[in-house]
């Protein structure tokens, strides 16, 4: 996740940075051509100025000031005074003045658009910089991102490592719990051989009952041999009696016989005993044994209950780890989300950016088309003054031949005629001069009306954007700051 939000990073910043290079570069070149095609205007406008100026000089003398001495009376031309004569109606030439205004009003208007040019590079410059401002936050949030991607990825680790732990107190609880089962059968086998040793002792116990009552027998017929021997002796004494010797022989063969079997019970009772001595010796040996047994299984129950009770501080540190890791979780996916809307806010910025260029570029575009229309204006302007003047001189020429020949009706004739065609041109060229001042007036009107909407829907958004901005930094400044708080006792 965390390589694929540095990708996508990466190309946001990428694109961003080519948009800003862009839009840059146009502002830039926009600027630099503005200013250098509105002081080659300049220029031009006041070169024909002075060309104009210096044109109309000699005009404005010579009608002005005529050089002979009979036009330096107060009364009013001869041209005047033939046309009042005849009854023509004198048609004033057009002033100079107008003609200057209305370059001076065409220079200004080129003057205008470039300063509206320069406005609107500098405009782009400031959407620029706010650009760079939302580049240079995204940034920040991207760098934050990153430090919560970390931090999670730790969390993360810090839960694999109590996981490990998990896995290993499971095992140390089935390793106590197969220690425990060894114990039983430990205990069930010691139970068995105890019972055993039980069982032997009891068959010890008869064995030595039984041998005490063959001693008892055997006492007994010892005291009635006894009594058998002394019965001998005295019968011995008696002749009546009848073959004592066989009842003696009768007596040893049957003291011989309670001998026999007083020795054969002596040798069962020794054997009764070695072999209770042996199970005796068994059953200590069993007892140590389960002794051990028991001691080792004490062992293992005290190891089982350490290890479940390490598994229970395993389990519950586990599960705070869960939940803080769940926590964090949260955390980054409403920092994620945040993002991803201000990612969204600065796309759309920079699209609104690009338009805005677009209509800057647009708008200078027609700026340049204005003041070369007011150029090629001048130029022509330039042209029919030179075609006055150039009329103009040739009037006077005719004029001056006329006066050298004598021939005052046709000097005033083409006077005259000459007046008059020029007094028709200049009204013709003043009219059509007017009309595309007009003309140019109002698109320069509409233009800068446009422009000014342009920066004032500009303005809005940028202003809008920036407060959301501005809300989303403060949100995601007031949520890190708690994630910060809630981190302290986990690190």
């Given at each position: 996740?965390?390589?694929?939000?540095?990708?996508?990073?990466?190309?946001?910043k990428?694109?961003?940075?080519a948009?800003?290079e862009?839009v840059?570069?146009a502002?830039?070149?926009?600027?630099?051509?503005l200013?250098?095609k509105?002081?080659?205007?300049?220029?031009?406008?006041e070169?024909?100025?002075?060309?104009?100026?210096?044109a109309s000089?000699?005009?404005?003398?010579s009608?002005s000031a005529p050089?002979t001495?009979e036009h330096k009376?107060?009364r009013?031309?001869?041209?005047?005074?033939?046309?009042e004569a005849i009854g023509?109606?004198?048609?004033?030439?057009v002033?100079e003045?107008?003609?200057?205004?209305?370059a001076e009003?065409?220079?200004e208007?080129?003057?205008?658009?470039a300063?509206?040019?320069?406005?609107?590079?500098?405009e782009?410059?400031?959407k620029?910089?706010?650009?760079e401002?939302?580049q240079?936050?995204?940034?920040e949030l991207?760098?934050?991102?990153?430090?919560?991607?970390?931090?999670?990825a730790q969390l993360r680790?810090?839960?694999?490592?109590a996981e490990a732990?998990?896995?290993?107190m499971e095992a140390?609880r089935r390793?106590?719990a197969?220690?425990?089962r060894e114990?039983?059968g430990?205990?069930?086998e010691?139970?068995?051989v105890?019972?055993d040793?039980h069982?032997?002792?009891?068959?010890?116990?008869q064995?030595l009952?039984e041998?005490?009552d063959?001693?008892?027998?055997?006492?007994?017929?010892e005291r009635?041999?006894?009594a058998?021997?002394?019965?001998?002796a005295?019968?011995l004494?008696l002749?009546?009696?009848p073959?004592?010797?066989?009842?003696a022989?009768?007596?040893?063969a049957?003291?011989e016989?309670?001998?026999?079997?007083a020795?054969?019970?002596?040798a069962?009772s020794?054997?009764?005993?070695a072999?209770a001595?042996?199970?005796e010796q068994?059953?200590?040996?069993?007892r140590?044994?389960?002794?051990?047994?028991?001691?080792?299984?004490?062992?293992?129950r005290?190891e089982?209950r350490e290890?479940e009770?390490?598994?229970q501080?395993?389990?519950?540190d586990?599960?705070r780890?869960r939940?803080e890791?769940?926590?964090?979780?949260?955390e980054?996916d409403r920092?994620?989300?945040?993002?991803?809307h201000?990612?969204?806010?600065?796309?759309?910025?920079e699209s609104q950016l690009?338009h805005?260029?677009?209509?800057?570029?647009?708008?200078?575009?027609?700026?340049e088309?204005r003041?070369?229309?007011?150029?090629?204006?001048h130029q022509?302007?330039?042209s029919?003054r030179?075609a006055?003047?150039?009329?103009?001189?040739e009037?006077r020429?005719?004029?001056?031949?006329a006066?050298h020949?004598g021939?005052e009706?046709?000097r005033?004739y083409?006077?005259?005629?000459?007046?008059?065609?020029?007094?028709a041109?200049?009204?013709a060229?003043?009219?059509?001069?007017?009309?595309a001042?007009?003309s140019?007036?109002a698109e320069a009107e509409?233009a800068?009306?446009r422009a000014?909407?342009a920066w004032?829907?500009?303005?809005?958004?940028?202003s809008q954007a920036?407060?959301?901005?501005?809300?989303?930094l403060a949100?995601m400044?007031a949520a890190?700051?708690?994630?910060?708080?809630?981190?302290q006792?986990v690190?």
């Amino acid at each position: 996740m965390q390589q694929g939000g540095q990708s996508v990073t990466e190309k946001a910043k990428q694109a961003a940075e080519a948009l800003k290079e862009e839009v840059k570069q146009a502002a830039e070149s926009g600027k630099e051509g503005l200013k250098s095609k509105a002081s080659t205007a300049k220029d031009a406008v006041e070169k024909g100025k002075e060309k104009v100026g210096e044109a109309s000089k000699p005009m404005r003398i010579s009608i002005s000031a005529p050089s002979t001495p009979e036009h330096k009376e107060s009364r009013p031309p001869l041209t005047e005074r033939i046309k009042e004569a005849i009854g023509l109606k004198s048609h004033p030439p057009v002033p100079e003045e107008q003609r200057f205004t209305e370059a001076e009003r065409l220079t200004e208007e080129a003057r205008r658009a470039a300063r509206e040019a320069h406005l609107k590079a500098e405009e782009a410059l400031s959407k620029e910089r706010a650009a760079e401002e939302a580049q240079r936050r995204a940034d920040e949030l991207r760098r934050r991102h990153n430090e919560e991607a970390a931090r999670l990825a730790q969390l993360r680790l810090k839960e694999r490592e109590a996981e490990a732990k998990h896995h290993e107190m499971e095992a140390a609880r089935r390793e106590a719990a197969e220690k425990a089962r060894e114990y039983e059968g430990v205990r069930a086998e010691a139970a068995a051989v105890e019972s055993d040793v039980h069982e032997k002792a009891k068959t010890v116990q008869q064995l030595l009952h039984e041998v005490e009552d063959k001693k008892k027998e055997a006492g007994i017929l010892e005291r009635g041999m006894a009594a058998l021997r002394s019965g001998i002796a005295s019968l011995l004494g008696l002749s009546s009696q009848p073959k004592p010797e066989d009842k003696a022989k009768q007596a040893r063969a049957h003291a011989e016989q309670k001998k026999g079997e007083a020795t054969s019970l002596e040798a069962e009772s020794q054997q009764a005993e070695a072999r209770a001595n042996e199970l005796e010796q068994e059953a200590r040996r069993a007892r140590e044994y389960a002794q051990s047994k028991a001691r080792h299984v004490e062992e293992v129950r005290r190891e089982a209950r350490e290890a479940e009770e390490q598994a229970q501080l395993l389990q519950q540190d586990l599960q705070r780890k869960r939940e803080e890791a769940a926590g964090k979780q949260e955390e980054l996916d409403r920092v994620q989300r945040a993002y991803e809307h201000i990612k969204a806010q600065e796309q759309k910025l920079e699209s609104q950016l690009s338009h805005i260029s677009e209509e800057v570029k647009a708008e200078a575009r027609e700026a340049e088309a204005r003041i070369r229309e007011a150029q090629q204006k001048h130029q022509e302007l330039v042209s029919e003054r030179e075609a006055l003047r150039h009329k103009a001189q040739e009037t006077r020429a005719a004029e001056q031949e006329a006066m050298h020949l004598g021939e005052e009706e046709r000097r005033i004739y083409v006077s005259l005629a000459n007046q008059e065609r020029l007094a028709a041109q200049e009204d013709a060229h003043a009219a059509k001069m007017k009309a595309a001042a007009e003309s140019a007036l109002a698109e320069a009107e509409e233009a800068k009306r446009r422009a000014d909407e342009a920066w004032q829907r500009a303005k809005q958004v940028g202003s809008q954007a920036d407060a959301q901005l501005q809300a989303e930094l403060a949100k995601m400044e007031a949520a890190i700051k708690r994630g910060s708080a809630l981190d302290q006792p986990v690190a």
